[in-house]
């Protein structure tokens, strides 16, 4: 088992930024590939963001891509995601989860962990 919890969440204007973190424990975060998802009120889950086991390779969603970024800190057991240029289509609640198997994946399914979530909110 191994436990996932983001931080980072918050209140921001619109064309701001923002980073939120993800700390694992339990096991190293060296051993899974890692992916950022959001669920705005009404919708379902999607993804933002994923990186695979060393960070050589990352993923994103046409409705990040060129504004954010996915990195990882094997040695602090941390995935980070950096989302600039901040738009009210953003507010959701954003959740890190780890793959064991899969890399790059859009796929839910494919990860096995799954924090509780850290809110963000964009206001025009």
């Known amino acids: 088992q191994v436990q996932l919890v983001e931080s980072g969440g918050g209140l921001v204007q619109a064309g701001g930024s923002l980073i939120l973190s993800c700390v694992a424990s339990?096991?190293?975060?060296?051993?899974?590939?890692m992916g950022w998802f959001r669920q705005a009120p009404g919708k379902d889950r999607e993804f933002v963001a994923s990186?695979?086991?060393?960070?050589?390779?990352?993923v994103y969603a046409d409705s990040v891509k060129g504004r954010s970024t996915i990195s990882r800190d094997n040695a602090l057991n941390t995935v980070y995601l950096r989302v600039n240029s901040l738009k009210p289509r953003d507010t959701a609640v954003y959740y890190c989860?780890?793959?064991?198997?899969?890399?790059?994946?859009?796929?839910?399914?494919?990860?096995?962990?799954w924090g509780q979530g850290t809110q963000v909110t964009v206001s025009s």
């Open positions: 339990g096991r190293p975060l060296s051993n899974f590939a």
């Open positions: 989860a780890a793959s064991i198997n899969y890399s790059g994946s859009y796929a839910s399914s494919h990860y096995d962990y």
């Open positions: 990186i695979s086991w060393n960070g050589d390779n990352t």
